[in-house]
């Protein structure tokens, strides 16, 4: 055998050896997540790097606007990049990490480590904090790099570089990214990203995803809301006025006029005109248990899930009305979901049909068993219903009346996320997202975990978006191309 057959045979072996997960595919899957705390930052003649807790975000200057996070890329995993390099016209973009140095590859994306840190053509200069910024937001600048907000909270600088071009780009620990004219040093924060990393509720709000979860060691804490087309993040912080506290966030719904909260201190009411709070309304004004877990709105009425039981409120006269007590006294209702004029129920004894026409209440029970307790997530999609519990997945066609059981044990405490489309099923397992695909002869089930490019293997929410499916965990929000046509399964 030729010395050139003999290296390919052994690239050929060496792929059909190499496990198909073991690298993240190009544009398979992109995080946001918190990046408030910006450990370091870079520029180019074109763009500006922070490194980030949470991962290594990008500003294109010359669009004045945010690019895709470098989350997606593969090779640095769970590592954290604490200082950062890019040459004047980006072709070269390094980073440092507790474990070595890495240089990023656009083609692949791909982080590949390397042995030391190559010389790099820099543009820009590092500063110490100025003796003077003017904030253009409500804070004072204290000097030394120090700021204090309106609110009494104190935040600083990490680290400031100047483009030479008439700006300094500044990393802060809390606030992430700003920048400030070189001549007059006035000063604007850059948002992007999530306030909080944990994402239990995805909330699709017309172009909008808002987006919230539990507030866990979060410094700041509240919504976000996410248009994902424009790539721009607003927030609506919590714990700043004593309307709205820094409490966990269960669930989310919402009219034209408001947006509804719910929390473990009962629902806040958000006025989109103002994001003024009022409430909460919790057990003191009626519901059945402060600790609210679903709602949905039916016209002008809002039902609320509770810990203790299902109540509803009447948007338009306030008042709460207790529903079928006797039913579901003391359960957790963890999801609502209407269908025409019934209201499907998932409580921790199982899944309930109410008609709003007739009053009459029917408990729903696959013949499988696969629903044998609680049930936790409901969605429809044509003319089926789905549920998913402890035991798997159940499908329900409403016309026929048939059943179709997943069966997938999980071990998850008080959740398991669930999406569906013509195509598929995507439900929350116990190592990630398992999706069940229906474009087969037989429906075939694949899970995706951290090595398919999932941040987290704790996976709290799920919503099919066309081709891509947003994943929420406790590591932040994920864009997921689940119809990757580059992956095989």
């Not at 090779?75 to 990049?81: R, T």
């Not at 543009?123 to 937001?137: G, K, Q, T």
Request: charged share 20%.
């Amino acid at each position: 055998m030729t010395p050139r057959k003999t290296i390919l045979s052994c690239v050929l072996l060496l792929l059909m050896t190499m496990p198909v997960s073991a690298q993240w595919l190009k544009g398979q899957a992109v995080t946001y997540g918190d990046f408030g705390y910006v450990h370091s930052v870079t520029s180019s003649m074109s763009h500006v790097y922070f490194a980030t807790s949470s991962g290594i975000i990008c500003y294109d200057r010359i669009g004045m606007g945010w690019e895709q996070p470098l989350t997606g890329a593969d090779g640095m995993f769970d590592e954290i990049a604490t200082r950062i390099w890019v040459d004047r016209f980006d072709d070269k973009l390094c980073a440092s990490t507790d474990m070595g140095f890495y240089e990023y590859n656009k083609l692949f994306d791909r982080w590949y480590p390397i042995s030391e840190l190559p010389q790099i053509d820099q543009s820009d200069r590092h500063l110490s904090a100025p003796d003077f910024l003017l904030p253009e937001f409500n804070a004072n600048y204290m000097g030394e790099g120090r700021f204090v907000d309106t609110e009494g909270r104190s935040y600083t600088t990490t680290d400031i570089v100047d483009d030479n071009a008439g700006y300094l780009w500044i990393g802060t620990w809390g606030f992430g990214a700003a920048k400030a004219r070189t001549s007059s040093g006035l000063m604007n924060f850059l948002p992007y990203g999530l306030l909080q990393s944990r994402v239990n509720v995805i909330f699709p709000d017309d172009s909008v995803l808002w987006v919230s979860g539990a507030t866990m060691s979060a410094w700041r804490t509240g919504l976000t809301a996410f248009n994902p087309e424009k790539n721009v993040f607003f927030h609506v912080e919590s714990g700043v006025h004593r309307g709205f506290p820094d409490e966990d966030v269960n669930c989310l719904e919402g009219d034209q006029q408001n947006l509804y909260v719910g929390t473990p201190r009962g629902m806040y009411v958000l006025d989109r005109s103002t994001w003024f709070a009022k409430g909460p309304v919790d057990r003191r004004r009626g519901l059945l248990d402060d600790n609210v877990l679903s709602m949905c709105r039916l016209g002008d009425s809002l039902f609320v899930g509770t810990a203790s039981g299902l109540s509803m409120i009447g948007l338009t006269t306030d008042s709460v009305y207790q529903i079928r007590t006797n039913t579901f006294l003391d359960q957790y209702i963890y999801d609502l979901e209407a269908a025409g004029d019934d209201l499907w129920i998932a409580a921790s004894t199982g899944a309930y049909r109410l008609s709003l026409k007739t009053g009459k209440l029917h408990q729903f029970q696959d013949p499988d068993l696969v629903l044998f307790s609680r049930v936790f997530d409901i969605e429809f999609f044509d003319n089926q219903v789905w549920f998913s519990s402890d035991g798997g997945v159940v499908s329900l066609d409403l016309e026929t009346g048939e059943t179709e059981p997943y069966r997938e044990a999980s071990s998850r405490i008080d959740a398991r996320a669930l999406a569906v489309n013509q195509w598929a099923v995507a439900f929350a397992s116990d190592d990630g997202m398992t999706m069940v695909f229906f474009d087969r002869e037989k429906p075939y089930s694949r899970e995706f975990t951290t090595s398919d490019g999932l941040p987290s293997d704790q996976v709290f929410s799920l919503l099919f978006d066309e081709e891509y499916i947003w994943i929420g965990t406790d590591r932040g929000l994920t864009r997921f191309l689940w119809d990757n046509p580059d992956r095989v399964d």
